[in-house]
């Protein structure tokens, strides 16, 4: 009976003294979140050709860092503009790869070849190209080919109606 007194009291001391050795600890998690303003993308200029002879492609310049117009009689840029963006930020303009034009009476489709710009920077990747902000605004410009050369005569466009649209969209990066 006393080696069983001894061995209970050993018991109890040895689960006494181990009982630190299963110590906890925690700490603070810390969460943070920077809430941008949402943009604002707006057309402030459509891509216009005029008349266009449909011997050759034409071409609309963008701005003053791309190739001039060509065979086109009133060549005017596209502009896309975006505001409300947070401050010399980061973004991704992502376009349609190519947009057709569709002649409004026989329904001839015509491709035209986006050529996207901000400021000096040509952006190449339809998919997503990416640009920063000076401020909190920029400008997105667009010129681009008309394959036109060999196309049947008549009024050509890519709106609601007809054609598939050019689609210019900016996100933060």
């Excluded at 596209?78 to 026989?106: F, H, K, M, R």
């Excluded at 909190?136 to 196309?151: E, K, P, R």
């Excluded at 049947?152 to 890519?158: I, M, R």
């Amino acid at each position: 009976m006393k080696n069983l007194k001894t061995l209970l009291a050993l018991f109890v001391v040895s689960a006494v003294l181990t009982s630190g050795a299963f110590a906890q600890d925690n700490d603070d998690v810390e969460i943070s979140a920077t809430i941008l303003s949402a943009l604002t993308v707006t057309t402030s200029a459509d891509i216009a050709f005029g008349n266009v002879d449909n011997n050759t492609d034409a071409f609309v310049q963008a701005n003053a860092n791309d190739a001039a117009s060509s065979n086109a009689t009133a060549p005017s840029a596209g502009q896309v503009d975006i505001s409300g963006a947070a401050n010399n930020a980061a973004l991704v303009v992502s376009w349609t790869e190519t947009p057709q034009l569709e002649e409004t009476t026989n329904n001839n489709l015509l491709d035209f070849t986006p050529s996207v710009w901000f400021d000096a920077l040509e952006l190449t990747t339809f998919g997503g190209s990416n640009i920063t902000l000076t401020g909190t605004t920029g400008s997105i410009d667009i010129g681009g080919n008309l394959g036109s050369a060999g196309q049947p005569a008549g009024t050509y466009v890519s709106d609601a109606s007809f054609g598939t649209a050019l689609v210019v969209t900016v996100d933060y990066q």
